[in-house]
Each structure stands twice: as structure tokens, then as C-alpha cells.
């Protein structure tokens, strides 16, 4: 198996650009996935395979990779934007899935 | 709407069993392979295990190996998760998702929650 690492936190003031990113211990990294939780509320997948976004997410969610770092960008942050970030990636079988330890986002 | 509904959490005692089920709306199930996810109170997301869209091929998390089932009725829709010797570490809600392309998944149920305690 392998880990997805992420920052516990991150804050930005409103109409700032947030950037979260999970580091993965895998070679050749698998697509990464992300989901955006309030609380009390189920996941939403906000990004997939990267950098692709779900019909319905604003165009303000986007995605990025390099190397095996994958980095969640919300630009011009909104104080609906706060909420816990969890990336998640499959090994490549999809027999088991990895979620990395999630991002309190903060909107100050 | 297109929706997922899971049923079946409750409060039980550790070394007890307890049946979940998740229920689609609006969707054929019989399409796509079924994970189910947990989190436990104040933690992050586990997953916990997934069903193949025909129910060929079930993997588990190591954490729930032997003791959970996962399973499925495309008939009526609806998957299960059958867990038995419930330990103090498996409080959390259960959340079911469908798969997509092995790979994620894009539509989540609300959770239902498990309790168990003495």
C-alpha cells in the first residue's frame, strides 16, 4: 500500500487563492481525486484524475500534478469555499482506495 | 434525484454484529461497483470496502478483513455491509459511493452511524 500526505490546514482571506497539496510515496503516481466535506455533510468530489472537474463545480476548483504532487487550487476563495479537503487515490488494480489525512480550510 | 441512502447504523455492543444498507434512487446499480467508506467522529475518511459491479470481485481494508461483508442485490438495488465481531474502533459513520472507473467516486450517500459501545 502507500500514504497520501497532506497539510492539516491552510487559511486565506476571502478572494485569496487557496492551494492544497498531497504528496504521494507511489511510483508512477496514480490519478489523485478530490473531495470537499462540510461539516456534517457527505463528500463531494470536487476534482478527478488530477485536474478534471465534475459538472456542477465552480471553475474557481481546479486541479494540477507534478511529480508526485498533486495540488487543489480554489482561486478567488469564497467563505462557502471552507471546509475539509480529502485527495484519495486507487491502486492500480482498484482493488483498494487511499485517502490522504484531509485539509481544514480555513476562510478568515 | 440520483441519490444513495444508508440504513441500519445503530448503537451495539462490542462483539456484536450489525446488517448496513445502502439503498440508489434514480440510478441502476447493476452498472456500477459499490464502495463503502467510514469516518470515525472527528477523524478523516477510511476506506473500508468495494463490490464489483456484478459482484464477481470484493476487496476489504485489512482493518475490517474477516469480520465485514460487503454485498450486493442489483435486483433491488441495494447494497449491504454485513459486519460482525464489532470492535470500539469501528464507531464511525458509514458512508456508501459509487464507483467510478475503479479509479473514484461521484456520488456519495448522506451515512448512517455506528455506534459501539458498552
Known amino acids: 500500500s502507500y500514504e497520501l500526505t497532506q497539510p492539516p490546514s491552510v487559511s486565506v482571506s476571502p478572494g485569496q487563492t487557496a492551494r492544497i497539496t498531497c504528496s504521494a510515496d507511489a511510483w508512477p503516481k496514480p490519478y489523485v481525486h478530490w473531495y470537499q466535506q462540510k461539516p456534517g455533510q457527505a463528500p463531494v468530489l470536487v476534482i478527478y484524475k488530477d485536474n478534471e472537474r465534475p459538472s456542477g463545480i465552480p471553475e474557481r476548483f481546479s486541479g494540477s500534478s507534478s511529480g508526485t504532487t498533486v495540488t487543489l487550487t480554489i482561486s478567488g476563495v469564497q467563505a462557502e469555499d471552507e471546509a475539509d479537503y480529502y485527495c484519495?487515490?486507487?491502486?492500480?488494480?482498484?482493488?483498494?482506495?487511499?485517502f490522504g489525512g484531509g485539509t481544514k480550510l480555513t476562510v478568515l | 434525484q440520483v441519490q444513495l441512502v444508508e440504513s441500519g447504523g445503530g448503537v451495539v455492543q462490542p462483539g456484536t454484529s450489525l446488517r448496513l444498507s445502502c439503498a440508489a434512487s434514480?440510478?441502476?446499480?447493476?452498472?456500477?461497483?459499490m464502495h463503502w467508506v467510514r469516518q470515525a467522529p472527528g477523524k478523516g475518511l477510511e476506506w473500508v470496502a468495494i463490490?464489483?459491479?456484478?459482484?464477481?470481485?470484493?476487496f476489504y481494508a485489512d482493518s475490517v478483513k474477516g469480520r465485514f461483508a460487503i454485498s450486493r442485490d442489483n435486483s433491488r438495488n441495494t447494497v449491504y455491509l454485513q459486519m460482525n465481531s464489532l470492535r470500539d474502533e469501528d464507531t464511525a459513520v458509514y458512508y456508501c459511493?459509487?464507483?467510478?472507473?475503479?479509479?473514484?467516486?461521484?456520488?456519495w450517500g448522506r451515512g448512517t452511524l455506528v455506534t459501539v459501545s458498552s
Open positions: 459511493a459509487r464507483d467510478r472507473e475503479l479509479s473514484y467516486s461521484d456520488l
Open positions: 463490490i464489483y459491479y456484478d459482484g464477481s470481485e470484493k
Open positions: 434514480r440510478f441502476n446499480i447493476r452498472s456500477y461497483g
Open positions: 484519495q487515490s486507487a491502486d492500480n488494480t482498484g482493488t483498494f482506495w487511499v
